[in-house]
């Protein structure tokens, strides 16, 4: 296997994207376009991004209005119809949404495509809800009379999406936003315009009405704060840093919006000294380097106990030395760029901490500089040990580093998975029924494993997390809980 620092080899012709485009009640050509640029070699340019102006975000409210009228009218079944449309012809142009995710945020292609392939069977999923049944009947204290719930859409909602599942999280919102009779203002992520345009174009290319999907691409400072604030957005479901997701949730709460924040982890998975250890450690690699580390369920500490602590560092470090590093289209790469250069700074500044704080190096540790990686934005694999503080055991440091500490048992496991602020996800591995079950019963993150990734999602389970990981109800198979209004209805027969 060659090593991480070894040359690979950067693709001479990139595949040509389409333009990024504004959709705010029909497609629009914008003069005021940015330059999109491949993170793996910022020489390259990949595509072009329009920038929505506010004017252009207060007419997208306006016309999701309309469409909102619009697309509730649709029976529900009918717009079942149309979300699984959407998904077949998802899945006919999977091939498209994954090398234009790859191209925008790094990340190697086989992942793009597993995550086009997710977003098929969500979209799937929730094209079937209008059949669900909805709610329950009760009885009335009077004669002749009785009630039953209803759930109703909930108007207008504003989506903010992050980069790194640039086509898996807007269609996991998107939609069941539609199924259930919603109309959706998209704002994606500035790093990831074109995937969310190709995106877009599915849904409208199976039947939801052009003013029922809008898409404003552009600077969350010129267009963020209309998603939030115009009178007629009745919910905003974001997902994002635990940062940003506070700041809108105070600030569409405050307004008395709806709102659902899905946002930052820092993921414990632990290895017990009776674990299957080869298990156990495919996990660390796909859930703490899978996608460089850029995901919010990353496994980013490993709570290791002390009588496999020896063996684990010493073969998770060969195995980190053996990760390839290189653009996401190369062939065998499994180690992409950060997404942009700040997501890089803020990864090394977090690096920097965590090193100050106590942590040991013992992989990786630097920027990629090969001479062909030196254009884009690499960092090395990088395997921390060191004590259960400071930066690396406690910050979301959003990259391909995962730090390693030593645990006397299950109590303190559970303790230390329990002490940081975030609350996404966990997992244990562990051959032991009571260690495991206390981790489950014990442990406090929305989404807990046993023997699994901390990575993954279903789409009929609910996603989510608790403490600082999210604000709301949970996503996928809670979707309900957000998009519709549960109403009662009180009816007299006779008067
Ligand atoms: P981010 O918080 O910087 O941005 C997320 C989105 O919010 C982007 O579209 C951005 O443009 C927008 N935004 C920023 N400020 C805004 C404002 N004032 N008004 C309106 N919109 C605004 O996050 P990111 O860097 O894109 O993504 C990485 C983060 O996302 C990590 O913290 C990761 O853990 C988290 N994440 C969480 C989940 C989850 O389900 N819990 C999933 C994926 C990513």
């Keep these: 296997m060659p090593r991480a620092h070894e040359r690979t080899t950067i693709i001479n012709t990139l595949p040509q994207l389409p333009p990024a485009r504004l959709h705010i009640g029909g497609w629009i050509e914008n ?83 597993g995550e086009a392939a997710r977003a098929v069977e969500h979209a799937r999923y929730f094209s079937t809800v209008g059949r669900e049944a909805q709610g329950y009947t009760a009885n009335l204290n009077e004669p002749d009379a009785q009630a039953f719930t209803l759930r109703s859409p909930i108007g207008v909602v504003s989506v903010i999406t992050p980069w790194n599942f640039p086509i898996m999280i807007p269609n996991w919102k998107i939609a069941p936003a539609l199924a259930h009779g919603n109309s959706v203002i998209l704002k994606p992520a500035e790093v990831s315009p074109v995937t969310a345009t190709l995106l877009v174009q599915c849904y409208l290319d199976a039947g939801v009405p052009a003013s029922a999907l809008s898409l404003l691409i552009g600077k969350s400072s010129e267009i963020g704060d209309v998603l939030l604030t115009a009178p007629e957005i009745a919910g905003v479901t974001f997902t994002g840093s635990t940062e940003v997701g506070r700041k809108i949730s105070a600030t569409a709460v405050g307004l008395g919006k709806r709102v659902q924040a899905e946002m930052g982890g820092k993921n414990a998975l632990v290895i017990m000294d009776d674990a299957n250890l080869d298990k156990a ?38 195995a980190v030395g053996q990760l390839r590093v290189g653009h996401g289209l190369t062939a065998g790469i499994n180690a992409g760029p950060l997404a942009s250069e700040s997501a890089l700074e803020d990864v090394m500044q977090g690096l920097e901490r965590a090193v100050a ?73 562990t051959s032991n029924l009571e260690a495991a079950n206390r981790f489950i019963f014990e442990t406090d993150t929305g989404m807990v494993h046993v023997n699994r990734p901390t990575v993954g999602a279903e789409p009929h389970l609910p996603f989510g997390g608790s403490k600082a990981s999210a604000i709301g109800p949970s996503e996928l198979g809670a979707a309900h809980q957000f998009f519709t209004k549960t109403r009662s209805a009180h009816v007299r027969w006779k008067f």
């Design 31 to 113: 003069s005021h376009n940015a330059e999109v640029r491949d993170p793996a070699d910022t020489r390259n340019i990949v595509a072009s991004a329009p920038r929505a102006t506010r004017a252009q975000a207060i007419e997208a409210v306006q016309v999701a209005v309309r469409g909102s009228l619009e697309w509730r009218a649709v029976p529900a079944i009918q717009r079942g119809e149309v979300i699984r449309r959407a998904s077949e012809i998802i899945a006919e142009r999977a091939e498209q949404l994954a090398v234009a995710a790859t191209l925008e945020m790094g990340k190697p292609i086989a992942e793009s495509r």
């Design 281 to 318: 450690l495919e996990a660390v690699m796909v859930g703490g380097f899978g996608t460089s580390g850029q995901r919010c369920t990353s496994s980013s500490r490993i709570l290791v106990h002390e009588a496999v602590f020896e063996e684990v560092q010493r073969r998770l470090t060969e």
């Design 357 to 429: 704080d106590g942590a040991t190096v013992v992989a990786g540790g630097s920027r990629a500089e090969d001479s062909d990686l030196a254009n884009g934005w690499f960092l090395q694999p990088t395997l921390l040990t060191g004590p259960a503080t400071g930066a690396a055991f406690s910050e979301e440091i959003f990259g391909p580093i995962v730090s390693l500490h030593s645990i006397k048992d299950i109590d303190e496991a559970i303790r230390l998975n329990n002490e940081v602020e975030y609350g996404l996800s966990a997992s244990i591995y």
